[in-house]
């Protein structure tokens, strides 16, 4: 049997809460003592009495079988009823009789039984769907995604200025990491065109830009923060001539290794 959709299952839950009255409370199935009376042809005054009963009998049934709540009258006032579960259910409709009160009590009960399946294959596929969402697979998109926004092009400002001196060099290591790590689509969209080696070399051009205009701008720096952003643009130019140096020492490779092929084709 195929598996019901969300959608299926909760149109079904409101069909039976549409006939009956049943609805779900924090996961259990409960019907009112309105309802009960209403479906039945029953005085609501004689419901309750008949409930009030059945506690004072074994107390133990306020406990959920029925617990009182309440619902406002055409005049807008507050009056008492009882939430009732399915095993309170079978208790206040057990002596009803007649062949109409037989019909309606099987059928609700089977109603009461359907919902609760509902219920329970509802819950089991948000438990799924909760599963799926904090997979590894999911948090490391999920961390991707917060990671593309917080060290974005544009905030690199801004998380530059809240970062202490403490975890500044840091958190310039995480902006690098994070960009160089991005996928070309989440780019700033003059940027997609540049290869990693170029791109890299952007972003650490723009960070060394942005920590040199903090320093200079910011009359009130504190002068740890200063002497820290100091220290890190440092590390960032050598960072910068030794990326530069890989680049320029790769093209040169491949530009010799063309050339040594078509010497090798013009001797062979």
């Known amino acids: 049997m195929l598996k019901e959709s969300k959608k299926t299952i909760e149109?079904?839950?409101?069909?039976?809460?549409?006939?009956?009255?049943l609805e779900e409370i924090n996961g259990d199935v409960y019907t009112t003592s309105l309802n009960v009376a209403e479906t039945y042809g029953k005085d609501h005054a004689d419901v309750m009495k008949k409930i009030r009963h059945f506690i004072e009998v074994i107390p133990e049934l306020a406990a959920g079988?029925?617990?009182l709540g309440s619902y406002l009258d055409l005049n807008n006032q507050e009056r008492p009823m009882y939430y009732i579960d399915r095993?309170?259910?079978?208790?206040?409709?057990?002596?009803?009789?007649?062949?109409?009160?037989l019909i309606f009590t099987a059928k609700?009960?089977?109603?009461?039984?359907?919902?609760?399946?509902?219920?329970?294959?509802?819950?089991?596929?948000?438990?799924?769907?909760?599963?799926?969402?904090?997979?590894?697979e999911c948090q490391l998109q999920r961390q991707y995604d917060a990671d593309k926004?917080?060290?974005?092009?544009?905030?690199?400002?801004?998380?530059?200025?809240?970062?202490?001196?403490?975890?500044?060099?840091?958190?310039?290591?995480?902006?690098?990491?994070?960009?160089?790590?991005?996928?070309?689509?989440?780019r700033y969209e003059y940027h997609r065109k540049l290869n990693a080696?170029?791109?890299?070399?952007?972003?650490?051009?723009?960070?060394?830009?942005?920590?040199?205009?903090?320093i200079e701008t910011s009359g009130s720096l504190n002068p740890m923060y200063r002497m820290t952003a100091e220290y890190v643009l440092n590390n960032l130019k050598r960072r910068y001539i030794e990326t530069n140096h890989r680049?320029?020492?790769?093209?040169?490779?491949?530009?010799?290794?063309?050339?040594?092929?078509?010497?090798?084709?013009l001797e062979s």
């Not at 509902?118 to 904090?134: E, H, P, R």
């Not at 690199?156 to 202490?164: K, Q």
């Not at 020492?249 to 090798?264: E, H, N, P, T, V």
């Open 11 to 21: 149109c079904e839950i409101a069909e039976i809460n549409e006939e009956f009255g």
């Open 65 to 67: 079988n029925f617990s």
């Open 87 to 101: 095993k309170g259910f079978a208790m206040l409709v057990n002596k009803f009789t007649g062949d109409k009160a």
């Open 108 to 136: 609700y009960t089977d109603d009461f039984e359907r919902m609760i399946e509902l219920i329970t294959q509802l819950q089991q596929d948000n438990n799924d769907l909760y599963d799926v969402a904090v997979s590894d």
């Open 149 to 186: 926004i917080k060290y974005s092009v544009r905030n690199i400002d801004r998380v530059l200025l809240e970062s202490d001196y403490t975890n500044l060099e840091a958190t310039v290591d995480k902006i690098i990491d994070v960009h160089v790590h991005l996928k070309k689509k989440d």
């Open 197 to 214: 080696t170029e791109y890299k070399q952007k972003i650490v051009t723009m960070i060394d830009d942005k920590l040199e205009a903090i």
């Open 247 to 265: 680049s320029t020492g790769k093209k040169i490779a491949f530009r010799d290794s063309k050339i040594k092929d078509l010497q090798d084709q």
